[in-house]
C-alpha cells in the first residue's frame, strides 16, 4: 500500500517536473524573441531579458532544477535563435554564451541564505554585484572566442561586449525577479480590499517626484540629467517595499536608455561607437544601484525593529504578550471605537500552589507548566482576544465584546481544560494542576485597563479564598473608577 503510494507520488512529481520544465522552455524562448525583436538592426538584442528572468525562475522554484529544467532552458534559445534564421553553429554558440552567465549565476546565488538572496540583508548588494559580474565574466570568457567568429571583432572587444551586456541586464532585471512577492502564497491569504493599505499623500509623492524629475530632465537636456531621479529614488527606496523599488530603478534604467536613443533625452554626447554606447549603459545601471542598497537596507533595519519591537512585548518563555505589551494592546484596544460600545470582560487567572510545584519539583518544571498553561489557555480564546503574562504564574485575559455569561463560560472552560490536562515535567512527573479564575464585566467599559485588572483581581482573590480551582464573577453592576 505505502510503496504503491510513493510510486503514484513518485510518477506524478514527475509529471508536475516535466510540465514545470516545458513551462521555462516557454519562457526562455517568449524572452528570447522579445530581445531579438527589440534589437535596433545589425546590433544583437540590446535588451536581453532572458538570462536574468531565466535565473530568477530557477531560484524562485520550490526545488532545484533538473536536468529536464537545463535541456528545455537551452532548448527554448536554441529554437528562438533558429526562428530568427541564426543557423545551427550561431545559435549553439550563443546558447552555450548564454547558459555559461545563467549557471554561474545561478550556482552562486543558489549557495546564499534566503536573506542573501533576496536582497533583505545590507550587504546583500554587495554579493549581488559581485555574483551578476562573476555571470558577465563567464558570458565575456565564451565571448573571446565566439565574437570574433560571429562578428569579426577581437577577442578583448568579445570579452567586453559580453560582459558589459549581461551585467546590464542582470543588475536591471535580476533584483526584480528575486525580491517579486510569492503570488501564490498572497492569494491563499485572500487580502480583502478593506486590508489594503489606503493611498496617503506621502505615498504617492515620491512616486510622483520620481516621474517629475525625469520629465525635468527632458525639458533640461545636457549631460548631468541622467542622476537627477537619484533624490526621487532614493526617497522611494525609503517609502516603498524592496520589490516596488527594484521595479522603479528597472524602469529608470529602460527610460533613460531609450530616452536618449530616440532623442526625447537630448544629454549632448556622441553615442557613435559601441564603446560610448557600452559606457553609457553601463553608467545608468550602475546609478540604479544606490536606491536598491537603500531599500535593501530599510528591509533589514524594519524587519531588526519588528524583532525587537516583538521581543520587548512578549514574554519569552510562554510567548504570550508581557505586562507592558498588554498594557499597550488593551489600551489600543479600548480606544477602538467598536470596542468601546460594546461589553467588555477582564479575566485575571493565577495558578494554584504553583510554589509548591517549584519546591517540589524544581523550577524547570513549574516553568513547564507556565507554558502548558499558556498554550492551553490560548487554545480557549476567540482571535480578538489578549492574553497576557502579568508576572509569576499571574495571566490576564481581555475580552471585548463579551457579554457576562461568555466572559464566565470561557473562564470555565479555561479552569476546566487546565484541571484535566496533566504536564509530564523532566524528572518524569505528571503534574495535575488547577487555576483560578477571577471575571470582570462592563457593559460600558469608559475607564483605564488598571482599573478593569484590579475589579478582576478581587474577584480572583475571593476564588483563592473560597477554595481555588474555580471561577468567581466580579460585582458587574457599577463600572469601575480608575485608581
Ligand atoms: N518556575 C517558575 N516559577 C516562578 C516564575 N515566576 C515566579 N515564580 C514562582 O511562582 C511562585 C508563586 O508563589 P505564590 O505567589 O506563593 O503563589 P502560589 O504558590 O501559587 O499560591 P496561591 O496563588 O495562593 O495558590 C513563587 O515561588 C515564585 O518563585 C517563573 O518564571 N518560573
Redesign the pocket.
Known amino acids: 500500500m505505502g510503496s504503491s503510494k510513493t510510486a503514484v507520488d513518485a510518477q506524478s512529481a514527475g509529471g508536475i517536473d516535466v510540465k514545470d520544465a516545458l513551462l521555462v522552455g516557454v519562457i526562455v524562448f517568449v524572452c528570447s524573441i522579445f530581445g531579438i525583436y527589440t534589437a535596433p538592426p545589425g546590433v544583437l538584442a540590446a535588451f536581453w531579458p532572458t538570462n536574468a528572468v531565466l535565473v530568477g525562475l530557477l531560484l524562485r522554484r520550490r526545488h532545484p532544477p533538473g536536468l529536464a529544467h537545463w535541456l528545455a532552458a537551452a532548448t527554448g534559445y536554441m529554437v528562438a535563435d533558429l526562428v530568427m534564421a541564426h543557423g545551427w553553429p550561431k545559435s549553439a554558440m550563443l546558447t552555450c554564451t548564454n547558459l555559461m552567465g545563467v549557471v554561474t549565476c545561478y550556482l552562486l546565488l543558489s549557495r546564499m541564505s534566503d536573506d542573501y538572496r533576496a536582497l533583505r540583508h545590507p550587504r546583500s548588494m554587495l554579493r549581488f554585484v559581485l555574483v551578476v559580474a562573476s555571470g558577465g565574466a563567464a558570458a565575456g570568457i565564451c565571448g573571446i572566442f565566439i565574437h570574433p567568429v560571429l562578428f569579426g571583432g577581437t577577442p578583448a572587444y568579445g570579452f567586453a561586449f559580453w560582459f558589459t551586456t549581461e551585467l546590464v541586464n542582470y543588475i536591471a532585471i535580476l533584483p526584480v525577479m528575486l525580491t517579486m512577492p510569492d503570488l501564490s502564497r498572497r492569494l491563499a491569504g485572500h487580502k480583502r480590499r478593506s486590508d489594503w493599505p489606503e493611498w496617503r499623500i506621502e505615498q504617492v509623492a515620491p512616486l510622483a517626484a520620481f516621474a517629475g524629475s525625469l520629465w525635468l530632465g527632458t525639458q533640461l537636456g545636457g549631460p548631468g540629467v541622467i542622476p537627477y531621479p537619484i533624490p526621487a529614488m532614493l526617497w522611494c527606496a525609503l517609502t516603498y517595499s524592496l520589490f516596488a523599488t527594484a521595479g522603479i530603478t528597472l524602469f529608470f534604467s529602460m527610460w533613460t536608455l531609450l530616452a536618449i536613443s530616440s532623442g526625447t533625452l537630448v544629454i549632448g554626447a556622441n553615442f557613435d561607437s559601441q564603446q560610448a554606447i557600452m559606457s553609457l549603459r553601463v553608467g545608468v545601471t550602475l546609478t540604479a544601484l544606490a536606491p536598491l542598497t537603500v531599500a535593501s537596507v530599510m528591509v533589514a533595519r524594519n524587519e531588526l525593529l519588528s524583532r525587537l519591537k516583538h521581543a520587548a512585548s512578549h514574554d519569552p518563555?510562554t510567548h504570550v504578550l508581557n505586562r507592558g505589551g498588554f498594557m499597550t494592546h488593551a489600551e489600543e484596544l479600548l480606544a477602538t471605537p467598536a470596542v468601546v460600545r460594546r461589553p467588555l470582560a477582564v479575566l485575571m487567572m493565577?495558578?494554584?500552589?504553583?510554589?509548591?510545584v517549584?519546591d517540589t519539583h524544581g523550577?524547570a518544571a513549574?516553568?513547564a507548566v507556565?507554558v502548558s498553561f499558556a498554550q492551553l489557555a490560548e487554545g480557549c480564546l476567540r482571535g480578538g482576544d489578549l492574553l497576557g503574562r502579568l508576572g509569576?504564574?499571574e495571566f490576564a485575559v481581555l475580552l471585548p465584546g463579551c457579554s457576562v455569561d461568555d466572559a464566565r463560560a470561557i473562564a470555565q472552560r479555561i479552569c476546566d481544560a487546565f484541571a484535566a490536562h496533566p504536564v509530564t515535567v523532566g524528572d518524569g512527573a505528571t503534574l495535575q494542576s488547577t487555576v483560578?479564575i477571577g471575571v470582570g464585566c462592563w457593559t460600558h467599559p469608559g475607564t483605564s485597563v488598571e482599573a478593569m485588572l484590579s475589579a478582576a483581581d478581587a474577584a480572583l482573590y475571593a476564588a483563592?479564598r473560597s477554595g481555588?480551582n474555580r471561577v468567581v464573577l466580579g460585582d458587574t453592576r457599577k463600572p469601575a473608577t480608575a485608581t
Open positions: 518563555m493565577d495558578i494554584d500552589f504553583f510554589k509548591k517549584n523550577h513549574g516553568d507556565l509569576g504564574e483560578s483563592k481555588r
